[in-house]
């Protein structure tokens, strides 16, 4: 039986500390930092037990893009319970999967063919992962067992994903049970030479991601990268042109080429996809997160025919991609992807978002210029700003865990949603929020940067 919804936030945290271990966590910390009882969401807002509310200005963990709630996709899941709730999908099917997967191939870079369901975006990167390195053994080339990651890359936690991720406070424990990738320089546009713009930054790393192909390709399986935006690393973003660059190298030496699309994807770059900037198909497209809308768990993995072809064959061959998930294309979350995706297509979406992110960046141009912001960047509707202890050298602060705490602590007490990657503070708002609401959201972060500075 279910307990009365506690009268207070205090209450919720009592009973909340007594059982649950949050992720992404050190619990420790919740002795001085109370946790946030959230018990209703609508729109932008998220409220308290206590009856405050919270701009969720990161779209709770980059999910849901069209807010909380959203009328057209919470009536979708009311009709899809009314008629099928799960069934596995090894030996079944049911409409809303082959809709869904009907949809994404049609919306999706041209040449994708095929779509593979799991649960999450770090089991969409496993999948990609296995599914390249059995293609190349499929064809006898089974040498082929090594991939390459970018420098300051996400890709998620479990062993797979993590082992394609380049960031130390994830992989540092967990090291002896990974995987080795080769790492290739980011093509991270803060990281160039003085006056360097960023398509030379990209033609730089392009440069030294040859040198080693020209070593490695004969061993490697695929790149996987970001496209755009590397979001968990301190939302790095780097020029269209990398990708472009990128496809012709995977082409020209034979790998496979995995975007990891499940922050990036749907509408957050100013394009449905970020890979159409760079006017590029990838052999593997990975896509989580905004698919639904945040309203359920899925992940959905995009391929080619050519590597479907590969695995076709009697099941006794030993070319079966026998990987599964138990609720693979679950019909609920089926049916809320296919929800989000005809806000897509009947609401001029990325046309709307276009607009906002004019609006998010006049907001935050007078930030350009303080003392303490080293880089105001910004690629559609997710902007960062980088705050450092002197802005001409770019010195870093010798905490900024907890400079990024106080701007969050600030965000908390002035009903806004912050969460501060160490020293960025970034805006990944859901497509709902207005104009007005964009000017509250980057006003209460200026003030929280300015205490957090001082």
Not at 46 to 59: C, E, F, I, P, T
Not at 261 to 283: H, S
Not at 353 to 370: G, K, Q, S, T, Y
């Amino acid at each position: 039986m279910s307990s009365p919804l506690p009268r207070s936030n205090a209450a919720l945290a009592a009973r909340d500390l007594a059982v649950l271990w949050h992720p992404c966590t050190q619990m420790h910390d919740h002795e001085t930092l109370p946790l946030l009882p959230i018990v209703r969401a609508e729109g932008v807002w998220l409220h308290d037990a206590d009856g405050n509310r919270y701009l969720d200005a990161v779209s709770s963990w980059w999910t849901n893009v069209f807010g909380h709630r959203h009328p057209h996709l919470v009536a979708a899941l009311k009709r899809q319970l009314d008629t099928l709730d799960h069934v596995m999908l090894a030996g079944f099917t049911h409409e809303p999967a082959l809709e869904l997967a009907e949809a994404l191939v049609r919306v999706a870079p041209p040449g994708l063919a095929r779509v593979f369901y799991a649960d999450n975006g770090s089991s969409a990167v496993e999948v990609a992962l296995k599914m390249s390195f059995h293609y190349w053994r499929n064809l006898g080339r089974g040498g082929k067992q090594q991939f390459i990651a970018l420098g300051g890359g996400y890709h998620g936690e479990t062993l797979g994903a993590l082992s394609v991720t380049d960031i130390p406070l994830y992989r540092e424990t967990y090291a002896p049970l990974l995987l080795r990738p080769l790492l290739a320089p980011s093509p991270d546009a803060y990281e160039g030479e003085p006056g360097e713009t960023p398509r030379e930054v990209a033609a730089r790393r392009l440069a030294d991601l040859r040198a080693l192909l020209e070593r490695e390709a004969a061993q490697t399986c695929a790149v996987i990268v970001e496209p755009l935006v590397q979001c968990a690393g301190g939302m790095r973003m780097y020029d269209p042109s990398y990708l472009t660059g990128l496809r012709a190298l995977c082409d020209e030496f034979g790998i496979h080429l995995i975007a990891d699309e499940i922050a990036v994807g749907f509408g957050r770059t100013g394009t449905l996809f970020a890979c159409e900037q760079g006017n590029i198909t990838p052999d593997f497209l990975c896509l989580s997160k905004g698919l639904t809308g945040g309203m359920l768990p899925l992940s959905a993995v995009l391929t080619t025919q050519i590597v479907y072809d590969a695995f076709y064959a009697e099941y006794a061959s030993g070319k079966a991609f026998l990987h599964s998930h138990s609720y693979t294309g679950n019909p609920l979350a089926c049916r809320a992807a296919l929800a989000t995706l005809e806000l897509f297509r009947d609401e001029p979406v990325i046309a709307r978002n276009r607009e906002l992110a004019a609006c998010l960046a006049r907001e935050l141009d007078p930030l350009r210029e303080h003392p303490n912001v080293a880089d105001v960047r910004q690629t559609g509707m997710i902007a960062a700003v980088e705050l450092v202890r002197d802005r001409r050298t770019r010195e870093p602060f010798p905490s900024a865990e907890r400079r990024g705490l106080r701007v969050y602590r600030h965000g908390l007490q002035h009903e806004m949603l912050l969460r501060p990657l160490g020293n960025v503070v970034y805006f990944m708002p859901p497509y709902v929020i207005t104009p007005e609401q964009i000017a509250a959201m980057v006003r209460v972060a200026r003030d929280g940067i300015e205490r957090a500075v001082t």
